[in-house]
């Protein structure tokens, strides 16, 4: 099995891709020293400007000068290597944030939590490469067409997220059950989006790697992927528990002690399923003691704070400082075996072991 992969002229000596982590979660810290070890670290793009001086006055000021001072830290903590980032459709501000990774020069863009069918055409003429986030066979077959059909172009990359993934989930409730997830498992996933991404490596002459997430560990874990067909995986909860990680110490601790017992299913304001560690903030959210009183971020284009259960922008903030009387974490759904904060570097090497 091979340990190298790439991304047409992006080259990667360790095939893990660190997932993008919203708020505040995955940064320059995190993704420039996943990208230092040989693997390829992802910021996430939502507010994060959050703890700048400025985010309460000017907050686009605020968030436009953190992205760019983060891809430098990012570039300087890599030494130069490829560095990405993540920009949920979900946004409000979507269009503008790919705008603004593209001109700041990020070498990928990964678009999820939505359909990023306009992807192409919002980063035309640019360097920057783009691969979006799916969850099945049926959504890869959807955006290659439309992609294929509106702009002739070829995602760079794609992500296949299964449902044991931390975060936003693009999969149903009902398909989230122990029955369910126990039938869905993600090596099972891969041939069919392999499937849907052949006839387009031939229509452009060059590979399209696949990239599969959700739930990965150990390093066997990673190998079941590989051997499944996908060129590199996915992790986020296990980075979470690194001294890089750009999360408070609380946050990383909360990851760790995690149970199974602890983790839930929740439903985001985005309108989508996600994944988290239960807390007393969470059990609030349910009794409808946490309703958002006015909207102060406007993160989410489909949130109406009118009805909306919690804000989600000042919960994801709260969480990331550590203050969990106020917000939560969100995890993968095998979060409960990872045991111990360790760096980055260790971890790499571990998922990695017997390779070739
Ligand atoms: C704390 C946390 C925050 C996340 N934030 C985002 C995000 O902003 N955008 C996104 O597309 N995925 C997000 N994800 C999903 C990750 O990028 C990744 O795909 C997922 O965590 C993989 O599953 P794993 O945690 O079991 O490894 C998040 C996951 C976690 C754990």
Redesign the pocket.
């Known amino acids: 099995m091979k340990t190298q992969f790439n991304i047409g002229n992006l080259e990667f000596s360790k095939p893990i891709v660190q997932?993008?982590?919203?708020?505040g979660?995955?940064l320059s810290s995190l993704a420039g020293t996943v990208s230092k070890f040989g693997g390829l670290g992802?910021l996430?793009a939502?507010e994060m400007g959050a703890d700048y001086p400025n985010y309460q006055t000017n907050p686009k000021a605020a968030n436009r000068q953190a992205m760019t001072d983060h891809f430098k830290q990012a570039k300087a903590i890599a030494g130069n290597r490829p560095i990405g980032i993540?920009i949920?459709v979900a946004l409000t501000a979507y269009e503008q944030l790919v705008k603004d990774a593209v001109q700041t020069g990020y070498d990928i863009i990964?678009a999820?939590?939505g359909l990023p069918l306009t992807l192409p055409e919002l980063t035309r003429h640019s360097l920057t490469k783009i691969a979006p986030?799916i969850s099945s066979k049926r959504v890869a077959k959807l955006i290659l067409k439309h992609w294929w059909r509106h702009y002739q172009v070829a995602p760079d990359a794609i992500?296949l997220?299964g449902p044991?993934?931390?975060?936003?989930l693009g999969f149903k409730n009902e398909d989230l059950s122990p029955e369910r997830l126990a039938q869905q498992a993600l090596p099972a996933l891969i041939p069919g989006v392999l499937e849907e991404i052949k006839p387009y490596e031939d229509l452009v002459g060059r590979h399209i790697p696949l990239i599969a997430?959700?739930?990965?560990?150990t390093a066997a874990d990673l190998r079941e992927s590989l051997a499944a067909g996908a060129d590199a995986v996915?992790?986020?909860?296990?980075?979470?528990a690194t001294t890089e990680c750009d999360?408070s110490q609380a946050f990383k601790d909360a990851m760790v002690a995690a149970t199974k017992a602890d983790i839930e299913i929740i439903v985001s304001p985005a309108g989508l399923p996600g994944r988290a560690i239960h807390n007393r903030f969470l059990e609030e959210v349910k009794a409808g003691l946490r309703q958002p009183q006015n909207c102060p971020i406007n993160c989410i284009k489909s949130c109406d704070y009118k009805t909306a259960p919690y804000c989600i922008g000042l919960a994801l903030i709260a969480g990331k400082a550590g203050d969990l009387e106020n917000g939560y974490?969100?995890?993968?759904?095998?979060?409960d075996k990872i045991t111990q904060i360790t760096t980055v570097e260790a971890l790499m090497d571990e998922l990695t072991q017997e390779l070739d």
């Open positions: 997932g993008g982590m919203g708020i979660i995955s992802v996430s939502v993540n949920m990964f999820g939590a986030i992500v997220e044991l993934a931390g975060g936003h997430g959700g739930g990965i560990t996915q992790i986020g909860s296990r980075f979470v999360a974490v969100f995890c993968g759904a095998n979060a």
